[in-house]
């Protein structure tokens, strides 16, 4: 099933769901085909169909001939078009985005991954920003390690897999994987590789936050959320108390 969809390239949320909207409610708005993605819930695939122009094409009803009605004519998404917008923002590997449906969060999805088919077209892997639950799209950009952010990002979709399928024990474990493993981005990043255990790299941190450090700041989002969402660390509660 088609539905439509608008393609934004920006990085503040907000600004996304305006200027997608506008896009949508247009009579240019793109087009998208959602696939099952091998990520699982709640990732999807999608190919794109963009470039709506003006045409006229035959039509029949039964046996009767209608002569020429006024159409739009959509091309997939493909790697040979060098001149699309998108293709400047997948070689640029800049933030970008598909709104679908209403304006709202939950209809906006981050494309985290773009693969090409046998017949040159894109096959966009896409996260959700929010989830219906609530549940918000992790953005790990600030760990420069790729291993690390790839184990970051393993723990984070293994934590929205758990709570859609309601395995709460697993979720705990998952979230407190997450938090570890940005922390130890960010200890590692300061004083080369630590020592893996979540308790010295709380200290770590906590240490860090007491002589403000300064390169804490990238991480201190990520860091405060990942610690929330394991239990590790709680408003009220500081990491030197933990």
């Known amino acids: 099933m088609l539905i439509r969809a608008a393609y934004v390239s920006n990085d503040r949320d907000q600004m996304v769901v305006a200027s997608g909207e506008q896009m949508l409610n247009s009579d240019y708005a793109h087009l998208m085909l959602p696939l099952p993605s091998l990520d699982g819930p709640p990732f999807r695939t999608a190919i794109g169909f963009a470039h709506p122009e003006q045409t006229r094409i035959p039509w029949r009803h039964g046996t009767r ?17 060098t001149a699309a917008i998108w293709h400047a923002d997948i070689i640029q590997r800049r933030l970008v985005f598909f709104l679908t449906g209403q304006a709202s ?5 981050r494309i985290v991954r773009v693969e090409v088919d046998p017949a040159k077209r894109y096959l966009f892997t896409l996260s959700p920003v929010e989830l219906a639950s609530g549940l918000p799209s992790a953005d790990f950009s600030a760990i420069g390690n790729t291993a690390s952010r790839s184990e970051a990002e393993q723990h984070w979709g293994e934590l929205q897999d758990h709570l859609l399928h309601h395995r709460y024990y697993a979720l705990i474990t998952a979230a407190k994987n997450v938090a570890e493993a940005v922390a130890a981005a960010y200890v590692s990043n300061t004083i080369g590789w630590p020592k893996r255990t979540f308790d010295y790299l709380l200290k770590e941190i906590a240490a860090a936050i007491e002589r403000r450090d300064d390169t804490l700041s990238r991480f201190r989002r990520l860091i405060t959320t990942s610690c929330i969402s394991s239990g590790f660390c709680t408003p009220g509660r500081t990491l030197k108390e933990r």
Do not use: F, I, M
């Not at 009605?69 to 078009?81: E, G, M, N, Q």
């Not at 969060?105 to 999805?109: E, G, K, P, S």
């Open 65 to 81: 001939g209608h002569g020429d009605a006024d159409a739009l004519r959509y091309v997939a998404t493909s790697a040979l078009d």
């Open 105 to 109: 969060a939950t209809n906006l999805w």
